[in-house]
């Protein structure tokens, strides 16, 4: 027994070693955007430079928060060279932490302004839209809502999923409405959606399931989130809500350089490659249908232009300025 | 007999570095105000009303998820252990399979059958004629049914162990007086106590701990608030005072348990000597089987025909297998490597408290509880705060890092698991080889191991289950481009591909079953050797 646990315990450092000889990075990036859509793009990044890509994907039990927080709890000795987000408001928390360094990318001359911060600290790319999406057995005949403001009305009671609005992507779109709406609309807004019986899940995945099972007929989600389902064959659809009022978050990709990286050079080559017409283009092509934030980017027809798609007129400053509060708000509503 | 000091030395400098540290460190972040964002005064740290209402939704999931895994787990325990139950070698081993399954995926299939649309409530409606669904798995109830489910192997892995090493003559000598339904509630399961509220413990530490599962059946618990500190708040030092609570808690229940088995003896005289006794069940016999039957149908059958339904063709397996064998490799060396160093030093942390006396034993056994409860994103942080600097950079850097989050992460489990096999084992025995040879390794290894092999068998299996599962300590400290299977199947999940999720899923259970059964095959076999 004893030398067949040895021969085990050789086995495992063996294994070890060779797992840590795949080290010798060249880049370093960390990244949130899904691994099925992100890791093809680093291949191919790796593929053209010869670069290799070291990559640490976050996953959705941590709702892209892990690597937010290891970024910040790494500053003192940064690992990572590049910080690639599906989301905004967070990157710019890092700016404020000090952990981010700025660099403004070639590639990003023609990324309309608002999709960059202004010091150069961060670029956004590819956009998500917060859409809601609906169950077109369920709402198949009347009119799905048309506005976020008609879903505190009795016919929607109960009929809404929503995941927990304190984190990822639905924290940052009631952020919104705090820098849009102010404070006091918002929160009344909130208590009327609590009011009539909004179903709290677990994540936006969760929201559009509860849709696509027929639990709710209406959910919040992101247009990636319903884009997977209906290339399934699930029978839902999205809405732009708003498209006569406020308009539709938009939520770009973002990327941005890290403060002391380890390989400076290679994270900006990689920083280029990911803010390149033809990266916006993939993403545009893949499952999560990202849309171009530029003109004039290939895409599939499914995919809007950006400008045909009202957007909300919100800097993203002013959202990442409002998450505490909003956080806090919705922390206390939704507590139970 | 105590072990050699080099040994103690070292297993205690794993725990203190491993363990400890990162929580040191914490608190001194904590304390110096690194990471808050805010200024975070007294007042702030004293809970609020709904955190209130949190930590006592937490409580009553913990107490109902243990007292439900004690329910199903002892009596499952017994009846495949101690009786005379046909297909109990099956029992025996299909109960292990509820725990392989990560405990979001038993969340995920029971709230979709137990959906107001489900196909349950569906039926339950047509046939009954009701409105509303009959069973709301949406709520305290349903998440103490799901963590019962998904935990009581725990209990009965531990109380199994215990059972097997009960001393044969007490029970004979309880027989001679009483009958045996008597002499089992009097004799055999008082004697299994340490290891029953062993693993009822576990259960209530990763009910009050996680929040997966509340999470997925959308009841709010209150590590929640611990993690919106981080995610949403970015406040380190409020996160840490949230996390007290917890830690009292546990600490709390440690004691309690402590004092439950105060001033009784469990030692077992007859160690090693085979033969213990199986009852005949009688005209129980039915009973028994429709009970564990009824078990394993709801912990096991469900959740792997949910799985193997959305999973499809064998394509499926074969396409997810081949992107993942890389990962699955990672973690089964990874996991394989924690799961030995835990036990190992287990072994020798329980063991030299157990030699140890008085105030001493009790401040040592309380000492080795404090990690127990520790929410893993403060783990991860703390870990990183203390290697990731430039003099442990090399550690920090390599893939060694995610076994010293799993051991930080699961060495108190396996110290518990270890301990109550200990308390079996008559200090007399090591003491009379002693009197043979002064080699103490040699002791250990040939008197002490042996028979404690059960429990520390358990205690490896238990580390390297939940090393196998383990996401949030790993995320947080795994190196650049290496990838750990749970990060791949959560990242599968997140992208919508049910399938792939749910046939990665039952990949990882069939190659954690191959060990589990390898491991107690090796603990087996050697019973014959020594009886």
């Known amino acids: 027994m004893r030398s067949r646990l040895a021969w085990v315990g050789l086995a495992c450092l063996l294994a070890l070693g060779r797992s840590a000889a795949a080290l010798g990075a060249d880049v370093v990036v960390y990244t949130s955007l899904d691994q099925v859509y992100s890791q093809p793009i680093l291949e191919a990044f790796e593929k053209e430079t010869g670069i290799s890509v070291k990559a640490v994907y976050d996953v959705e039990a941590s709702k892209t928060t892990g690597l937010v927080n290891r970024l910040i709890a790494e500053r003192k000795r940064p690992r990572a060279d590049v910080f690639w987000s599906s989301e905004v408001a967070q990157t710019l928390v890092l700016k404020d932490k000090g952990v981010l360094a700025p660099y403004r990318s070639p590639s990003a001359e023609d990324i309309p302004a608002q999709f960059k911060g202004p010091e150069g600290y961060w670029t956004g790319f590819a956009a998500r839209a917060r859409v809601l999406v609906y169950n077109k057995n369920l709402l198949g005949l009347s009119d799905p809502p048309q506005s976020i403001f008609d879903l505190t009305k009795p016919r929607w009671r109960g009929k809404l999923a929503m995941a927990y609005p304190l984190f990822g992507t639905t924290a940052t779109q009631v952020a919104a409405w705090y820098a849009v709406l102010g404070a006091e609309r918002t929160e009344a807004y909130l208590r009327a959606l609590k009011a009539n019986g909004v179903v709290i899940v677990n994540g936006n995945g969760a929201s559009r399931d509860a849709v696509v099972q027929g639990e709710v007929p209406l959910g919040f989600t992101d247009t990636d989130d319903v884009n997977v389902a209906i290339q399934a064959g699930k029978p839902v659809a999205m809405i732009f809500p708003d498209r006569d009022g406020m308009g539709t978050l938009m939520i770009p990709n973002t990327v941005a350089f890290l403060a002391g990286a380890p390989h400076s050079q290679e994270g900006k080559r990689l920083i280029d490659f990911l803010l390149s017409r033809e990266v916006e283009s993939r993403l545009a092509f893949c499952q999560s249908m990202q849309i171009p934030v530029r003109e004039g980017v290939k895409k599939p027809a499914n995919v809007p232009d950006f400008g045909d798609i009202r957007a909300m007129q919100v800097g993203y400053r002013d959202i990442a300025n409002h998450m505490e509060q909003a956080a806090r708000f919705s922390r206390e509503l939704f507590a139970r | ?531």
């Not at chain 2, 380190?236 to 439950?260: D, E, M, N, S, Y």
């Open chain 2, 1 to 531: 007999m105590r072990l050699p000091r080099w040994a103690v030395a070292a297993a205690w400098a794993i725990f203190v570095l491993a363990a400890l540290a990162p929580l040191a460190q914490l608190g001194l972040d904590a304390a110096g105000g690194d990471g808050a964002s805010t200024s975070t005064t007294l007042r702030d740290l004293l809970l609020s009303p709904s955190q209130w209402q949190l930590l006592s939704n937490s409580l009553a999931i913990a107490c109902g998820a243990s007292a439900l895994a004690a329910a199903i787990g002892v009596p499952f325990a017994f009846v495949t252990e101690r009786t005379e139950l046909p297909g109990r070698d099956i029992f025996g081993i299909l109960y292990l399979v509820p725990l392989l399954i990560p405990p979001q995926m038993h969340a995920v299939v029971w709230s979709r059958l137990l959906a107001e649309n489900g196909p349950v409530s569906q039926t339950l409606r047509e046939t009954l004629g009701i409105s509303a669904a009959p069973i709301g798995i949406f709520s305290i109830p349903g998440v103490i049914f799901v963590l019962g489910l998904a935990y009581f192997p725990f209990v009965t892995l531990l109380t199994r162990a215990g059972l097997r090493s009960v001393d044969p003559s007490l029970e004979e000598a309880a027989l001679l007086r009483q009958g045996p339904l008597r002499s089992v509630a009097r004799v055999t399961l008082p004697l299994v106590v340490p290891h029953l509220l062993a693993g009822t413990i576990f259960v209530f530490v990763f009910a009050i701990i996680d929040f997966g599962v509340p999470d997925i059946l959308r009841v709010r618990v209150y590590p929640v608030e611990i993690f919106v500190q981080f995610s949403a708040l970015y406040d380190k030092r409020a996160a840490v005072a949230l996390a007290l609570p917890l830690l009292i808690v546990t600490l709390a229940l440690v004691g309690l348990q402590a004092r439950l088995m105060r001033e009784r003896a469990y030692v077992s005289f007859s160690q090693g000597i085979a033969g213990t006794r199986r009852y005949s069940l009688g005209r129980a016999r039915s009973w028994a089987w429709l009970f564990c039957g009824s078990v394993l149908g709801l912990s096991v059958v469900t959740p792997v025909v949910a799985l193997a339904a959305a999973a499809g063709p064998i394509r499926t397996y074969v396409e997810v297998t081949k992107g993942a064998l890389a990962s699955l490799e990672t973690s089964l060396s990874l996991a394989l490597i924690a799961a030995g160093i835990t036990a190992v030093a287990a072994f020798v942390i329980a063991h030299s408290t157990l030699r140890s006396r008085g105030a001493l034993r009790m401040s040592l056994h309380y000492l080795t509880q404090v990690p127990f409860a520790v929410p893993p994103i403060l783990l991860g942080i703390g870990l990183i705060g203390l290697w990731n600097r430039p003099l442990t950079g090399w550690l920090y850097d390599s893939v060694a890092m995610v076994v010293v989050g799993y051991v930080a992460h699961f060495l108190p489990f396996a110290i518990r698991s270890v301990y109550g096999s200990l308390q079996q084992l008559s200090p007399a025995l090591e003491e009379a080889a002693w009197l043979a040879t002064p080699n103490r390794l040699r002791i250990a290894g040939q008197i002490t191991v042996p028979l404690v092999r059960r429990g520390l068998a358990a205690a490896f299996l238990i580390v390297f289950v939940l090393a196998m599962g383990e996401l949030g300590v790993s995320l947080l400290v795994v190196p650049p481009g290496i990838e750990t299977l749970p990060v791949r199947i959560y990242n599968l999940m997140h992208y919508g591909a049910d399938a792939s999720v749910a046939a990665l899923s039952l990949v990882l259970l069939a190659v954690e079953l191959a060990v589990c059964l390898a491991v107690l095959g090796l603990t087996h076999g050697n019973r014959r050797a020594d009886g």
